[in-house]
């Protein structure tokens, strides 16, 4: 399956080569709107995940809109993520998210407004604790 037959309710976007940095693999951006609360969708090829990173006041909230993927907090087992599933992820809180190993991934990525809000990025998954997910 390549980007295109993916099916999703929002729209793919273009390749995510500004967070590239911040990804292991492939990912898609599309930032749905930029009014008031920032969301976008994003998307994971199979095995993309991004870095462990951090939301500094804001916080954030994903809406899992397609195929399956995974979110875990730093200390804490991984969480399997499907279509209609939610994840509020409060500031301060370090954590990652992206695709399981076998299947493409989508979530709106909602910023939750704050003041002096930002995102700190930090190491990637490892490989091998990624590859002990199923």
């Known amino acids: ?64 809109t397609a195929g399956r993927g995974y979110y875990q907090e730093w200390g804490k087992p991984a969480l399997e993520m499907k279509p209609g599933d939610v994840i509020n992820i409060p500031p301060e809180v370090k954590h990652w998210h992206g695709a399981a190993p076998n299947s493409w991934f989508s979530h709106l990525a909602v910023e939750v407004p704050a003041e002096d809000a930002s995102n700190e990025w930090l190491e990637a998954v490892s ?8």
């Open 1 to 64: 399956m390549n980007a295109n037959e993916f099916e999703q309710t929002f729209p793919l976007g273009e390749k995510n080569d500004a967070y590239a940095q911040f990804f292991v693999g492939q990912s898609y951006l599309k930032m749905l709107t930029t009014e008031r609360v920032g969301i976008a969708n994003v998307t994971f090829e199979p095995g993309c995940r991004n870095n462990w990173h951090i939301h500094h006041k804001g916080g954030q909230i994903l809406l899992c």
């Open 127 to 134: 490989d091998e604790d990624y590859n002990k997910l199923k």
